[in-house]
């Protein structure tokens, strides 16, 4: 009998790496289907994250056992999530590893069951010798070797520590819809039933333990949370929004930072959310809908392109500028193997030309907010360097009395980088003032 569970975690690393999936959304969508029991829904998300984020290094090992890996082909991934429970997982007996793999591979790949069987002992043969192999740090962290020397060049103090985080995946956090109910209040209303997490030091961030599926409880339909990351809600708190205020926001889908905004102003400013795709306008829409939230009106709109419309209208801007993610690997691993070097070049020309724009949407004495998640200093700081250089009306406004609760951070010059924790991704957020 074919283990189900194998079996899927097969079809949607299939769909991530060959496909092109987003490996949060294809898990989540299958986990939310599926009747697993809770310690089989961990085990899938383990072995699916595992084998993405080591799969440089799998791929090393099968290389010393298959001539040529095809890496298109379904025995490759039935291969590499054998390989990856093998190599890191210690609580899974081998025996089942290798006779459930062997029996997926008949199922999806009948002619290619011999040779994963194949495969596979031979590598249980010899798994000493090649665990024990000296290792570089490509080999060890399973980055590529691009990637590796951009943090080692420019978080030199600590890449080493920046990788290890960035393979780890970091807790859901949530933050409390404020417009409707204070943390306080709802920690004591529902904290016991739904074993929730005081994140201490953040206005509306919580942990929610309870194994329950979020998405389905009264909690999340009656409006009282979102699954919000915690750097994300720092930039919106950091933003300050309030009453009467008029806030564009340039790159809102799907809508997360959109709809704290509005929760911070308890739904009194006026916030224009834009961006650039029609169907990711209605994911701002559906968010502020479950949310009940009024103040934000929804355009299609490219900000690379100047709209004479927004010229001088706004007392705030976001821009959550589109860039190469490389903070968030920890909870979508698959950016590792589907940026390169000169998707990281092509999309500072994209950064540059939407912060020109946004800077021309800002009232005197506003306030233009630039963000990202990446880590990468040419879409960060030198980004915001470049622009200050010909704008000389706008500052960098230090973020001084912000509170960053236990966040692990750089303040340079105002210029903000919150590196990846057990509890949030890698972001940037520079806040600048017209003057
Ligand atoms: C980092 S995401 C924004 C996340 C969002 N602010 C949130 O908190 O949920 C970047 C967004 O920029 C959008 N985008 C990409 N190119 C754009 C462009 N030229 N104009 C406007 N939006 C763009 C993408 O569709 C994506 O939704």
Redesign the pocket.
Same mark, same amino acid.
């Given at each position: 009998m074919i283990n189900n569970l194998r079996y899927d975690c097969v079809i949607i690393l299939n769909n991530v790496l060959n496909g092109g999936a987003y490996s949060n959304i294809t898990l989540k969508d299958y986990l939310d289907k599926s009747d697993l029991k809770y310690i089989d829904k961990k085990l899938v998300t383990e072995i699916v994250y595992g084998t993405i984020r080591y799969k440089l290094t799998i791929d090393g090992i099968l290389s010393k056992f298959v001539k040529k890996l095809d890496q298109n082909d379904i025995s490759t991934i039935i291969l590499r999530s054998a390989i990856y429970q093998l190599k890191y997982l210690d609580k899974i007996p081998e025996y089942s590893v290798l006779n459930e793999s062997v029996e997926v591979a008949k199922k999806l790949c009948r002619n290619k069951s011999g040779f994963v069987n194949g495969v596979l002992r031979s590598y249980l043969r010899n798994k000493k010798l090649i665990d024990g192999y000296k290792n570089t740090l490509q080999y060890e962290y399973s980055f590529s070797s691009w990637m590796i020397k951009l943090f080692k060049d420019q978080y030199s103090k600590n890449y080493i520590s920046l990788m290890e985080a960035l393979n780890k995946r970091s807790e859901t956090c949530y933050r409390v819809n404020s417009k409707i109910i204070s943390k306080k209040d709802f920690i004591e209303k529902f904290g016991d039933e739904f074993k929730i997490e005081d994140i201490d030091g953040f206005k509306n961030a919580i942990k929610i333990k309870s194994l329950i599926n979020i998405s389905q409880s009264e909690l999340y339909k009656n409006s009282f949370i979102s699954v919000q990351g915690l750097s994300?809600q720092v930039a919106c708190e950091i933003l300050n929004p309030i009453e009467d205020d008029v806030i564009i @926001?340039? !790159? *809102?889908? +799907? =809508? =997360?930072?959109s709809t704290y905004i509005a929760e911070l102003s308890k739904d009194k400013c006026k916030i224009i959310s834009? @961006?650039?795709?029609d169907h990711?306008i209605e994911l701002i829409k559906n968010s502020a809908r479950r949310l009940k939230l009024n103040s934000i009106d929804y355009f299609i709109?490219?900000?690379?392109i100047l709209n004479e419309k927004f010229i001088d209208k706004a007392d705030k801007v976001l821009v @959550? *500028? +589109? !860039?190469s993610g490389l903070g968030v690997i920890n909870k979508k691993p698959e950016i590792k193997w589907f940026k390169n070097i000169s998707d990281l070049k092509e999309i500072i020309n $994209?950064q540059r030309k $939407?912060i020109l724009n946004a800077s021309r949407y800002v009232k005197s004495s506003g306030v233009l907010m630039y963000t990202t !998640?990446t880590l990468n200093k040419n879409e960060n700081e030198e980004i915001i360097k470049w622009f200050l250089r010909s704008n000389s009306d706008f500052v960098v406004e230090e973020i001084e009395d912000y509170h960053f609760g236990n966040l692990y951070f750089e303040n340079e010059n105002g210029m903000v980088t919150i590196f990846p924790s057990e509890v949030n991704n890698g972001f940037f957020i520079t806040k600048l003032r017209k003057n």
């Open positions: 994300s @926001d340039l !790159c *809102a889908a +799907p =809508g =997360g930072k834009c @961006d650039v795709y990711r709109n490219d900000a690379t @959550d *500028a +589109p !860039c $994209i $939407i !998640c």
